[in-house]
């Protein structure tokens, strides 16, 4: 078993930044890859960002390309999803997950994590 726990969510006006954070506890933190995806009111979840076991080969979404910046410090057990420029349709319920690592792949698709964080709000206020 994996435990995440997201932190660092809250409200910011547009053109604003936040970082969260999701600490993992249990299993080897550093065995799984790692991904943020959101949901906001009436959709459906959405892959934000995700990174492999090493920290390598970061991958976005195209509508966070250029504003968002996940990283994870293997040590601390912790990854992290950095926001800038937010706008107010980046508001959503943001989840952490964690997927075991395959080689030359990169999870993007809510199925293939088997851990999930409860989630942490963020709202962007235009």
């Known amino acids: 078993q994996v435990q995440l726990v997201e932190s660092g969510g809250g409200l910011v006006q547009a053109g604003g930044s936040l970082r969260l954070s999701c600490a993992a506890s249990?299993?080897?933190?550093?065995?799984?890859?790692m991904g943020w995806f959101r949901q906001a009111p009436g959709k459906e979840r959405e892959f934000v960002a995700a990174?492999?076991?090493?920290?390598?080969?970061?991958h976005y979404a195209d509508s966070v390309k250029g504003r968002f910046t996940i990283s994870r410090n293997n040590a601390k057990n912790t990854v992290y999803l950095q926001m800038n420029s937010l706008k107010p349709e980046d508001t959503a319920v943001y989840y952490c997950?964690?997927?075991?690592?395959?080689?030359?792949?990169?999870?993007?698709?809510?199925?293939?994590?088997?851990?999930w964080g409860q989630g942490t709000q963020v709202t962007v206020s235009s």
């Open positions: 249990g299993r080897t933190f550093s065995r799984y890859a």
């Open positions: 990174i492999r076991w090493s920290g390598g080969s970061p």
């Open positions: 997950a964690a997927a075991p690592s395959r080689p030359g792949i990169v999870a993007v698709h809510g199925y293939e994590y088997d851990y």
